[in-house]
């Protein structure tokens, strides 16, 4: 399988921040069945067979040293009908850019989207795709819906009017958070690294996909907020040593699961 190599340079830093404000909703640009209602964003009503995508209209730029953190609030409703498919944090350099939408049903409205970085919540068990689980959290690259990396949240992600979640990123580290309140764990529930922008390459859409089958369920995102950074690095003398590390998403190297402390 191919390796995403990240490489880290001692050096010098000043940070420069590109964006870093609570996202208006509604002003996401709005792609198959997604839609406003009130002050959330309705990624798919509770009907089969629905797909809905929506990004931040205008792409970010990504380089060797960006930085971002973002926090989220989802909702899910069954209203009975067994509860599917789920909902992704997706950051994506895909052709459609902010009109961009994936395969509906398992593949939770980003499947096929490539080049992309995808941090899913899964509601439904598609079998060895998902190592047989309806229930997890789950990091992928390209569009891949089998997340080479999860976790089980300690709590029925189906079941949440509210679920709250941060997804930090370093340049390197990358760092998922979820909880049942709006207090940040102190331990992150998955954790990987390598580098952003050897998979997205220069610039990056962020925002969220959803998506039902023959199950269903109201899908929302209730908050987001998103902070982007550039931290411009001026290297320091080449006798210093230089950190390398490999994007383990793809491989498996490098990766440590971590679960929220209760």
């Not at 899913?120 to 047989?132: A, I, L, M, Y």
């Not at 952003?196 to 039902?212: E, I, P």
Request: with cysteine; charged share 10%; hydrophobic share 40%.
């Amino acid at each position: 399988m191919k390796t995403f190599v990240a490489s880290a340079f001692a050096a010098v830093v000043m940070s420069t921040a590109a964006y870093a404000a609570p996202v208006n909703l509604a002003d996401m640009n709005l792609n198959g069945n997604a839609s406003i209602s009130g002050s959330s964003l309705i990624l798919t009503p509770s009907l089969n067979g629905q797909n809905g995508t929506a990004f931040i209209d205008t792409p970010f730029a990504i380089d060797p040293a960006t930085t971002f953190s973002a926090a989220f609030e989802l909702g899910f409703s069954q209203n009975g009908s067994g509860g599917a498919d789920g909902i992704s944090f997706l950051i994506h350099n895909g052709p459609d850019g902010a009109d961009q939408t994936g395969v509906l049903g398992g593949g939770i409205g980003y499947q096929g989207i490539t080049p992309s970085l995808a941090v899913e919540f899964d509601t439904w068990n598609n079998g060895s795709v998902d190592d047989n689980s309806d229930n997890h959290v789950g990091i992928a690259v390209n569009g891949n819906i089998d997340a080479t990396l999860q976790a089980d949240p300690g709590f029925t992600i189906q079941d949440q009017s509210s679920l709250f979640a941060w997804v930090d990123y370093d340049g390197f580290v990358l760092d998922v958070f979820v909880s049942l309140t709006n207090v940040k764990p102190g331990t992150s529930l998955l954790t990987t690294t390598g580098s952003l922008f050897n998979v997205v390459g220069d610039q990056a859409y962020f925002g969220f996909t959803a998506s039902t089958g023959g199950a269903r369920s109201l899908q929302q995102v209730n908050s987001f907020d998103l902070d982007v950074s550039s931290t411009p690095a001026v290297p320091l003398p080449a006798a210093l040593p230089m950190l390398v590390g490999g994007f383990a998403l793809m491989c498996g190297l490098g990766l440590r699961r971590r679960r929220k402390v209760s």
